[in-house]
């Protein structure tokens, strides 16, 4: 890794300390570029002629996320978003009254919104799983409500927007195959900053976005569909014209593939931003972003342990590149004033996007930092100084 290069395609740098990248990480120049070539084309060509002039290089899509998942091409769709991907997901189990989902404590919290609106139409039940002192999953309470509620779904979130805690999802995988039980992964906050093996997860579905750690465009997602679940039927609620063939008056035939869950119309250029972001990531390598990763949020968490009236507030025996703390002398509004005027970008949470964690931690808001590989220590040596004059 080569980190001067980094952030000299990395135009975004030389304008403000970036900590942001949980929400949108700041995008190299070949994803900008490969975005604003792909509209030109269409310009000039316009939009179906560029479409199948550039099919080739967009069908890279599904090598690239493969790669990124360790699964094979067929089991990748493209979609406009991580809640996108998930929905599309939920909407192909057939839920019937009286289902029961397990949730967890920290799921994101549009999947809850989710949840609740199945529960209204449905009648289904909502079971939360325990967790243990250090905040993350149960997996002895898992396995025990999987015996007793035998449920249609697990939901489990990677890593949750409100804190750096991350999910032991490999092992959570080895209880829902033990019983044959239905897992879906968001993995929105975890691609592009960890590896995310779906062979080793064990999955049924995993979805993913773009903005964040990825570092490619807003409005592009991604959906990961385990062999399982394509060979068992599984299919969006709303399938369109692309993921299936009109045959009869009454029927249809869906794809073989997980593009049954993608709509015929797509944004085509994000589409070619995520191929060049996916490379981008490749081409530096999952483990060196981790490592680096991992010395930057070391040295994040030490020098903030340090300042006395900051209170660090994730939990988990093993976390990431999302970091949150609180402090009692400035209200939200004014900490995200205060960080902006300083040029350093952050993000705060609120107490409506983690309720029950919030709750628990007797919150009403957190600041939220989330360094990225193109980060650097002086960034943060300058952050910590911008923190004490709080």
Avoid at 145 to 174: D, M, N
Wanted: aromatic content about 10%; hydrophobic content about 35%; proline content about 3%.
């Amino acid at each position: 890794m080569d980190l001067q290069i980094i952030r000299d395609q990395t135009a975004g740098c030389e304008e403000a300390i970036h900590f942001n990248n949980a929400g949108a990480a700041l995008m190299p120049k070949p994803v900008a570029s490969a975005i604003r070539d792909y509209i030109t084309a269409e310009e000039l060509h316009g939009g179906y002629e560029t479409a199948d002039r550039k099919r080739e290089e967009l069908d890279l899509f599904y090598q690239y996320g493969a790669r990124l998942l360790n699964c094979q091409s067929r089991n990748i769709a493209f979609t406009t978003n991580a809640t996108e991907s998930y929905n599309k997901a939920l909407s192909a189990i057939p839920f019937k009254t009286g289902d029961v989902i397990l949730i967890t404590a920290n799921d994101y919290p549009s999947n809850y919104i989710a949840f609740i609106s199945l529960q209204k139409r449905f009648d289904i039940k909502l079971v939360r799983v325990e967790n243990t002192e250090t905040g993350e999953i149960d997996l002895g309470d898992l396995e025990e409500k999987i015996r007793k509620y035998s449920p249609r779904l697990l939901s489990v979130t990677h890593i949750p927007t409100s804190s750096g805690l991350v999910q032991p999802v490999a092992e959570i995988g080895l209880i829902t195959r033990k019983y044959n039980t239905l897992y879906l992964l968001d993995a929105c906050q975890s691609l592009g900053q960890l590896k995310v093996d779906a062979s080793l997860i064990g999955a049924d579905f995993i979805s993913g976005t773009f903005r964040k750690f990825l570092r490619g465009p807003r409005g592009a997602g991604i959906l990961y569909v385990s062999d399982k679940a394509l060979e068992a039927g599984f299919e969006p609620l709303f399938i369109d014209l692309h993921g299936a063939t009109w045959v009869e008056e009454n029927k249809y035939i869906p794809r073989n593939d997980a593009r049954r869950f993608e709509d015929w119309e797509k944004g085509y250029a994000l589409m070619m931003g995520s191929n060049a972001a996916l490379k981008y990531l490749h081409e530096i390598g999952i483990d060196q972003i981790e490592s680096r990763n991992e010395i930057l949020m070391n040295k994040l968490r030490s020098d903030l342990s340090r300042i006395n009236f900051v209170k660090l507030q994730d939990r988990g025996q093993k976390q990431c590149c999302i970091l949150t703390f609180s402090c009692d002398n400035r209200s939200e509004s004014e900490t995200k004033k205060y960080f902006s005027e300083n040029n350093i970008h952050i993000y705060t949470t609120p107490k409506a996007n983690a309720i029950i964690d919030f709750m628990e931690k007797k919150l009403d808001w957190v600041v939220r930092v989330s360094p990225h590989y193109y980060n650097t220590e002086n960034e943060i040596e300058r952050f910590i100084q911008v923190v004490e004059n709080l």
